[in-house]
T-cell receptor, first 114, second 111 residues
Framework: QQQVKQSPQSLIVQKGGISIINCAYE??????FPWYQQFPGKGPALLIA?????SEKKEGRFTISFNKSAKQFSLHIMDSQPGDSATYFC?????????????FGSGTQLTVLP | NAGVTQTPKFRVLKTGQSMTLLCAQD?????MYWYRQDPGMGLRLIHY???????AKGEVPDGYNVSRLKKQNFLLGLESAAPSQTSVYFC??????????FGPGTRLTVL
């Protein structure tokens, strides 16, 4: 059972365009929503994260929009650059005892054309 | 400061063989995790540890065992490898429970 659904599976954007990746979740206990960026041959690295008490968080060209009632969140990459070409994973987690397990989406492969 | 390192980077096994993957972190993190990454499925948690000497099962623990004898190391073992365990394995660590820092991965092929 996939608790975090991510779309699209792949995305091609022209340089300077806006990249948008969407995720939806089911578990209302989730209270932390990070996005990870992964380059080929590397491990994922945290890009930006949000908690459900805010509807938007911006860091540079990257913005997370969060809709608690719809149980959806999205990553917007403004002025997309070829260096942004990577696989992006959304994730969600809830505290379980002393631990916090991340549940990942299936990933979006972003290609930014020069 | 090397962060999270994984050994080996690549490995090919025959069905039924055993092996151990080593994860080491130098950030004094309490929490450590093992994930597997398969095409189209994101990362799935195999086992995790909330401190030295503790381990717990994640989403897909069957066929794997782990040990955390030292705070800085987290070992993932495959006792009898199967082709279904062909995957890329990532170790991660975190100070408490939020940001997880990932290693570079181990690509395992089971023939």
């Amino acid at each position: 059972q996939q608790q975090v659904k991510q779309s699209p599976q792949s995305l091609i954007v022209q340089k300077g365009g806006i990249s948008i990746i969407n995720c939806a979740y089911e578990n209302t206990a989730f209270d932390y929503f990070p996005w990870y960026q992964q380059f080929p041959g590397k491990g994922p690295a945290l890009l930006i994260a949000i908690r459900p008490d805010v509807s938007e968080k911006k860091e540079g060209r990257f913005t997370i929009s969060f809709n608690k009632s719809a149980k959806q969140f999205s990553l917007h990459i403004m002025d997309s650059q070829p260096g942004d070409s990577a696989t992006y994973f959304c994730a969600a987690s809830a505290r379980s005892g002393s631990a916090r397990q991340l549940t990942f989406g299936s990933g979006t492969q972003l290609t930014v054309l020069p | 400061n090397a962060g999270v390192t994984q050994t080996p980077k690549f490995r090919v096994l025959k069905t039924g063989q055993s092996m151990t993957l080593l994860c080491a972190q130098d950030m004094n993190h309490e929490y450590m995790y093992w994930y597997r990454q398969d095409p189209g499925m994101g990362l799935r948690l195999i086992h995790y540890s909330v401190g030295e000497g503790t381990t717990a099962k994640g989403e897909v623990p069957d066929g794997y065992n782990v040990s955390r004898l030292k705070k800085q190391n987290f070992l993932l073992g495959l006792e009898s490898a199967a082709p279904s365990q062909t995957s890329v394995y990532f170790c991660a660590s975190s100070f408490h429970t939020d940001t997880q820092y990932f290693g570079p991965g181990t690509r395992l092929t089971v023939l």
